[in-house]
């Protein structure tokens, strides 16, 4: 709902300066940032809405208790997601792009294993423990669980890169993406609901998901001006200037 009037207002302000009022009293900055909030929003809730929209009861009962289960495995993620904005908002990740590349490649390689493991272990365990909890009356829960959990899988192991884009100051790259987002789980999600059901609507999710996944790590891996600043080792000393 939010959409139709925060698109207009980062549209009209994207070729304005960071520091200048736009129309409607909103700057740059403000309004891609309204429009990224907005989009995040939609991004979260929006598989409901299409199912509630384009399915049955059913479909609604089932992608709501998959949604109950794969909370309790993101359940630290918000406290994960404060973490890594204050990180990224210190000076030494602000000044520099190797920084931030170091901590985008320490997070995938140290969570990777564990990751694996724990989703792993969430998806052997759901088709024993969900038809227990529901009695076996939405056996569809089972998938959707675990196709949640892949897409869970693709947010943890990049969970760094949206607030690096956001130290960047890329938010418009963000604003836009989420937009893009969201019109793609949209409209493919409309495409499948009728033939694959709920099944089809959040596996089209996982994927438009791993897409913006990827799209976001290579944009904060490669900043437009090349990075704050060089690796260390790279940075070669002036001429006639030799350590003490």
Not at 4 to 17: D, E, F, H, N, Q
Not at 102 to 127: E, F, K, Q, Y
Not at 217 to 230: E, K, R
Request: overall charge neutral; aromatic content about 6%.
């Amino acid at each position: 709902l939010g959409l139709p009037p925060a698109a207009p207002l980062a549209w009209s302000t994207r070729k304005s300066l960071a520091d200048r009022e736009g129309r409607f009293g909103f700057g740059r900055e403000s309004a891609t940032l309204t429009l990224f909030s907005i989009a995040s929003a939609g991004r979260a809730y929006i598989n409901i809405f299409l199912v509630a929209a384009l399915l049955d009861d059913t479909a609604v009962t089932v992608y709501g208790a998959a949604t109950r289960y794969i909370s309790v495995v993101m359940g630290p993620v918000p406290a994960l997601v404060s973490v890594m904005r204050v990180r990224t908002a210190q000076s030494d990740m602000v000044d520099s792009h190797a920084t931030q590349l170091r901590l985008m490649t320490d997070w995938a390689r140290r969570s990777a294993l564990p990751l694996v493991a724990t989703l792993g272990a969430a998806a052997i365990a759901a088709p024993f423990l969900i038809p227990v909890i529901d009695a076996g009356k939405y056996p569809e829960t089972v998938p959707v669980f675990e196709i949640m959990l892949v897409m869970a899988f693709a947010q943890l192991i990049a969970l760094p890169t949206p607030s690096l884009l956001l130290t960047q100051n890329r938010y418009s790259t963000l604003a836009w993406i989420d937009v893009a987002t969201v019109a793609a789980n949209v409209v493919l999600g409309i495409a499948v609901a009728p033939r694959f059901g709920v099944i089809g609507v959040v596996t089209v999710a996982t994927v438009v998901t791993a897409a913006q996944v990827c799209v976001q790590t290579y944009l904060a891996a490669h900043p437009p001006n090349g990075g704050a600043s060089a690796p260390e080792e790279l940075v070669a000393p002036p001429a006639g200037v030799r350590d003490v």
